[in-house]
């Protein structure tokens, strides 16, 4: 069909195969759907509308089927409810339509069949219009050659933009490959005499770190520790820490480093799981440790000298260290970093200027890979590593520290990056360069920050475990432009590339997963042979023998600057307090219970800048009695088996769970939970003052708990120190009441916190209003 050329501003006429135009509406309906993710795509056309909705393995040939009945009018009527709604795009037509932002219409150019794209320049660029060509005539063509082949992997990329994508997705290499204890020596044979570590007034210079490294060492060899083994250290943040990891490096294991308030059922099966034999714990938590295990105490300088024993030979890709992920079949995963992946990380990053003036806060858990890091970026490039002192993370409390430490370089989470530059923006005055990541960054925050401090250096920075902290990194000086943040390009020795569902690259402007390569790869999951071939697969590239991929499991996409845009997951994995967590691990913990029949796990905004996990439960096995106590019965459990972080902030008990067509959980259809019942198991003591009815309404709107006794415990309601700080905040700014961080951590519960509040200035003004209890949000069930 011929049809002139729209009389409307932005117009690109590019070639087309010589096909039906069903199969050109079937290739606009894939490239719109590739583009955009979304499941349904609609287009305008001459018969009618072509609403195609995308399965995992909806082919061409069926999508040019649906296209045909579009065209003759054969499809049906659309849905009353969607009448109104305007189509993605318009086919065969020269009006855009009301809403469209591109139009297509096939014509002939000189006999040749031809197209003329036609599109809103203010929705969609001039640039991206002719992108979105190349991309339709690629698919068009590739959809003729091979009608079966799924619209998932239709080819969009030309072969010149596969040698773009592939430039821009290989970093600069990386340095000769070194452990991190050859680093530290390193640094500490060049200024001994520099502090490399504190922690509350506890200090080491280099010389005396290195000292004290190898007597861990020599007492960990001395009880048979030797390369690749696994020694687990049970410790909180302090400067102890810190040689305890360097001893078990120099003494040429990895370690596991745990989390001191992880359930004692926790701690056996990571132990069992790793083969620990020898644990270096801290005093006051080696009582936590369960049989088995040698433990040996993190410090004691009372003990005679070990007698010597030679330094194991272990090369730059033996075990550095074992961190545990979460895991879909409800078993945590131990991914095994060599010290060659994070000597790439931290020996000359190509993404950050880091030298002996700097100074590192160490805020982190050290079973967090965002440790890594902060400690041996320190101590790898000679700058003093601060640690943050033992407790919770509160935003007042970081502000005190930035300040008093002088830290000039810092890691935060998505979450509390926000509510720092919120609430406390001024305590990045002294600081040169901040990091952010472990979720999505806000934007807003980046611009909060540089336009109060323009000599700070941001960067956006993503990685999975897997690939050691870091995989891409994306550095300014400038408040980003309107949009998400990217994620920025690959840093040196690594290699990422974004691919369609055959595994090809996918061009400019259409998601794909994305796949890392290069020295950063963990050498997999500890005792999980077959997982880690599902995800570390063979390199096609020529990157040498025996080169791997990893399948992240994430979707991104390239931007035309040659940057990443981050897409989000392509599985259920999701990020909470900066941990990623795998639901289904949280949903088998759930279903182990003979109460329970199945179990959902989602995750939503948590009120404070972050996520929080929420759990719907069918429980038929439940007697009918016990069914109202059954959210707090099972919190409670897995609150003895699981990490904090995994313990979901509410758990619904529903009589059914919804499902879609193909018979899969519909997780959309889920009822909406923005106040849960309170689930505790202490009785529930209503308020009886004002100040304890003010405070009452103000955690449950924060927390999203109803209702909220004087004697609950804030924490117990699902609390944490984001949330924390986001209350304090609102009793500052709306309320003029100031209270200190370590009155609510001192005093969680609303009577005592009321007291508090009472017995001193300023009381909570008479005029504040209150929370309308006709507003609250009810969970159902």
């Known amino acids: 069909m011929t049809i002139p050329a729209p009389a409307v501003d932005g117009v690109h006429a590019f070639g087309l195969p010589d096909a039906a135009p069903e199969a050109v509406l079937a290739a606009l309906a894939a490239v719109l759907h590739r583009r955009t993710l979304r499941e349904t795509v609609r287009v305008g056309c001459a018969g009618g509308e072509l609403r195609a909705r995308f399965g995992p393995g909806t082919g061409f040939a069926t999508l040019t089927e649906w296209a045909r009945q579009a065209l003759t009018g054969t499809c049906g009527e659309r849905p009353a409810e969607e009448a109104d709604e305007a189509p993605d ?227 730059p890709d033996g075990l550095a260290y074992v961190s545990y992920t979460s895991g879909s079949t409800g078993e945590p995963k131990g991914v095994c970093v060599p010290h060659r992946a994070v000597a790439r990380l931290v020996d000359g990053p190509d993404w950050a200027c880091i030298g002996p003036e700097d100074v590192f806060l160490h805020l982190s858990p050290a079973a967090f890979d965002a440790s890594t890091w902060e400690i041996w970026g320190a101590l790898g490039n000679g700058a003093r590593l601060a640690v943050l002192p033992p407790g919770p993370v509160d935003a007042g409390r970081l502000a005190e520290v930035l300040r008093a430490e002088q830290v000039t370089v810092v890691w935060l989470t998505a979450g509390l990056f926000d509510r720092m530059t919120t609430s406390h923006l001024d305590a990045f005055a002294g600081v040169r360069h901040v990091l952010a990541g472990g979720d999505v960054v806000s934007p807003d925050a980046v611009a909060r920050l540089l336009a109060a401090h323009p000599h700070l250096v941001f960067t956006n920075g993503y990685g999975p475990t897997e690939n050691t902290t870091f995989t891409c990194c994306w550095t300014t000086r400038r408040p980003p432009a309107d949009g998400p943040l990217p994620i920025g390009r690959p840093i040196r020795g690594t290699r990422v590339a974004v691919l369609d569902a055959a595994l090809r690259p996918v061009p400019v402007g259409v998601p794909g997963e994305l796949w890392a390569a290069g020295d950063g790869l963990a050498r997999g999951y500890l005792g999980m042979p077959g997982r880690t071939a599902e995800v570390f697969v063979p390199d096609p590239s020529p990157a040498g023998p025996g080169a791997r991929m990893y399948r992240t499991g994430d979707l991104a996409g390239w931007r035309p600057d040659g940057t990443l845009a981050f897409h989000g997951r392509a599985d259920r994995q999701v990020k909470v307090r900066g941990y990623r967590v795998e639901p289904g691990e949280v949903e088998a913990a759930l279903t182990a219970r003979p109460e329970v029949g199945q179990a959902v796990v989602v995750a939503q905004p948590d009120g404070a800048g972050g996520r929080r996990l929420l759990a719907y439960v069918t429980a038929p096995g439940c007697d009918p009695a016990e069914r109202d106590r059954l959210p707090v019965v099972l919190r409670e459990r897995l609150r003895a088996t699981l990490a904090p972080y995994l313990v979901p902030w509410a758990v619904l008990v529903v009589p059914e769970l919804p499902l879609t067509a193909n018979g899969k959980v519909d997780r959309a259809a889920l009822p909406a939970a923005r106040r849960s019942p309170r689930a505790l198991a202490t009785g529930y003591v209503p308020p009886c003052t004002r100040s304890e009815r003010w405070l009452a309404e103000l955690w449950g709107t924060l927390l999203g708990v109803e209702p909220v006794g004087v004697e609950d415990d804030f924490f117990e309601l699902g609390g944490h120190s984001l949330i924390a700080a986001e209350l304090l905040n609102r009793l500052h700014t709306e309320f003029g009441v100031e209270v200190p961080a370590r009155t609510l951590y001192l005093r969680p519960v609303i009577a005592e916190l009321a007291a508090e509040l009472d017995a001193g200035p300023p009381a909570p003004p008479s005029a504040a209003p209150l929370p309308s209890a006709s507003t609250k949000g009810h969970a159902s069930s």
Do not use: K, N
């Not at 990329?157 to 204890?181: H, K």
């Open 89 to 315: 795009a318009w086919f065969g037509t020269p009006d855009l339509g009301p809403g469209a932002a591109l139009g297509l219409a096939p014509t002939t150019v000189r006999g040749t069949p031809a197209a003329l794209l036609h599109h809103d320049p203010a929705l969609l660029p001039p640039a991206e219009a002719a992108r979105l060509a190349g991309q339709l005539a690629t698919a068009l063509a590739d959809g003729l050659r091979h009608p079966r082949r799924p619209v998932a992997a239709l080819e969009l990329a030309t072969d010149e933009d596969r040698a773009q994508v592939t430039a821009w997705g290989t970093g600069a290499p990386a340095g000769p490959a070194r452990r991190i204890e050859d680093l530290v020596a390193a640094r500490a044979r060049a200024t001994p005499d520099a502090i490399a570590v504190g922690c509350a007034g506890d200090e080491l210079s280099y010389a005396a770190l290195v000292r004290d490294a190898g007597e861990v060492a020599a007492r960990l060899r001395a009880a048979g520790t030797g390369p690749d083994d696994v020694v687990a250290v049970l410790a909180e943040r302090s400067t102890r820490l810190v040689v305890a990891l360097l001893g078990v490096l120099t003494a040429g294991a990895g370690y596991l480093a745990l989390e001191p308030d992880a359930p004692r059922e926790r701690l056996a099966r990571l132990l069992a799981g790793a083969g620990v034999r020898v644990v270096l714990a801290q005093d006051d938590l080696a009582g936590a440790v369960p049989p088995g295990p040698l433990v040996l105490p993190l410090h004691d300088p009372d003990a005679p000298a070990p007698d010597p024993v030679p330094a194991p030979h272990a090369g």
